[in-house]
């Protein structure tokens, strides 16, 4: 399964010619989200599951399921729009809260046994070349943290680019 995130509008969505399809999950943004309060209770209460009760709670379990996570969104001073990181922080649950020494780096050890590819693309006419940097460095430290079999990172400065990058 691929698990397709994006910030876009559903009229910019379509004007990508993207359509979710029978392998596909896409989850964008509805006005709903909750934002992720830090509890700690997908780790404690509910393992695996987030504590609020909405349609995005089972974030961690839909990344367990996939081969490939698509992630679509503004770069916003070198990192993800607001609704793009909320979504990687209600996903925490897809980790465990013990910890693990990766190449001499702490981090947390995976809940699950499967692994997905991490293909980013950012959009943005104004993206500064620091900016694009660390974007770059936070995606490899997302890839790491949830254990990716592979990560890549794309920038595109407009809708017509980001179109012909997707194909």
Known sequence: MKLLIHDLTPQEFISLGLKPGQDTTVIS??????????????????????????HYQNLGQLMSKCEEYVIMSKCCYGSYSSFVLNILNRSISYILPYFT???????????????F????????????????????????????????????????????SLKEGLQ
């Open 117 to 160: 590819a991490l293909s980013v693309h950012f959009y943005g006419d104004n993206t500064t070349e620091a900016e694009k940097k660390t974007a770059g460095e936070l995606v490899a430290a997302n890839s790491i943290n949830f254990n990716c079999i592979k990560y890549n990172v794309h920038f595109y400065d407009n809708m017509l």
């Open 29 to 54: 943004d509805d006005g709903t989200i909750k934002n992720c309060i830090g509890c700690f209770g997908c780790w404690i209460k509910t393992p695996g599951r987030c504590v609020i009760n909405d």
């Open 101 to 115: 020494d990766i190449n001499g780096e702490t981090h947390h050890k995976p809940r699950y046994n499967s692994r």
